[in-house]
């Protein structure tokens, strides 16, 4: 007998979570952060919408090839031609899923599909049974279910349940609900369809009211037994569920929920890390378990209390979540072993050229740099490491700026060991270094977001820039790092031209 108290976790960062605007990930990124939802554990990855690009359904497809362990979900509307496609995207996955959707409520229906409930109906079940041809495993989501008419919805989930369900999604598409009042709605649904018991019943909840994750908990509480949520909480408008806070309330509140999941806790930080990272896309300070204060005591009360017994302020320990609190302790005269164990103990294993190349960066940062912390470290995994291939190096910046004098910038790029120099003027020095590299690549880039923020506190702190450039209209995600901002200004555009260029080349590929 299925234990009834083990809560699947389904993640959407890749589907619900890339719709968030200014949200564009490309298949590799898209296959690292799955890779890392695996190493997360949770239990299904919804890795993209296959119909909606060529893009998209090679992430798809990408993802059900390599990633092993979690159910990997494509997401389809309600016709033959999604269906198909999307099965096309998964087939190869280890545990594939089809998961089709059609709204429900009467406000989409008259507006949006121009449909009588009766056929709305139909296309459900049909949509159900040709899914099921494929495949075992099919959900079905009737979008803003939420705001449906409560007999209407019963029967479809009946009738969809009849067709092969195997799970039945009920999302606040809108974000609308309040948690008593989507508990109580998940609770009659439970009680009102009288095959539920053969489908798993799901929730899907936006944040619109700030409620996502509260009135996720409170379906769980009235029997809800699949959560579908997005890291960081990212996701259309205000987005989805935060994964990381549902985990970490079904945890600390254990005693309350009595529910079952099955996670490497170890990985939350890193994970929401890596797709705050990928996708460009901050994490406020004060947010919830992975926020940069989130266990951060500032009053001297706390601290105080926390020194004489951490549960005097404190009610999740950091070191769960896989946030270390010990500041590194090797320095420049450090050796490859101990860097190597450091970073072991950190949760980082590495391939032999992956340490090669991540150490050489150490020791580059532990020159410039007093202290070098944890977050320096795993900024620079994630530059070094995670990066793409690089077809322009900066080899050497000389900028000429101030108050008086039009801001001049001298770059040298390195391509395939060969250096190329060019010099352009701009309204500040990072544009008129962007201007030079543009002259160098003959890319054309538009900076459309700039954010640089200190990865550790200090005169000497590394900073990050992750800036978005549009280049022959679409938007790449630059990410820069350097003790020197304007140096980690142009690295962050460079990368984007990178990006850029390694993808045409990919492209190009294909095509012969
Ligand atoms: O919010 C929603 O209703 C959705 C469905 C497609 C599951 O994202
Ligand atoms: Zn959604």
Redesign the pocket.
Known sequence: MANKNRIYLFD?TL??GEQSPGVSLNVDEKLEIAQQLARLGVDVIEAGFPIASQGDFEAVRTIAQKVKGPVIAG?CRANRGDIDRTWEAVKEAESPRI?T?LATSDIHLKYKLKKSREEVLVQAVEAVKYAKKYCSDVEF?A???SRSDFDFLVQVISKVIDAGATVV?L???VGYAVPEEYGNFIRSVIEKVPNVDKAIISV?C?NDLGMAVANSLAAVLQGARQV?CAVNGI??RAG?AALEEVIMALYTRNAFYNKEINVNYGEIYRTSRLVSSLTGMPIQPNKAIVGKNAFAHESGIHQDGVLKERSTYEIMSPELIGLSRSSLVLGKHSGRHAFKEYLKEMGYVLKDEELDKAFLSFKELADKKKEVTNEDLEAVIKDQVWAIPERFTLSYLHISSGTTVVPTATVKLSIENMLFEAAATGDGPVEAACRAIDKITDIYGKMHDYRLSAVTSGKDALGEVISRIEIDGKIYNGRGLSTDIIEASVKSYLNAINKHYYERQRDAKKQV
């Open positions: 959407t589907r619900d997401l998961h959707f989501s979008e803003d279910a999604n999302p606040d598409t899907h936006h579908e996701g259309e989805n």
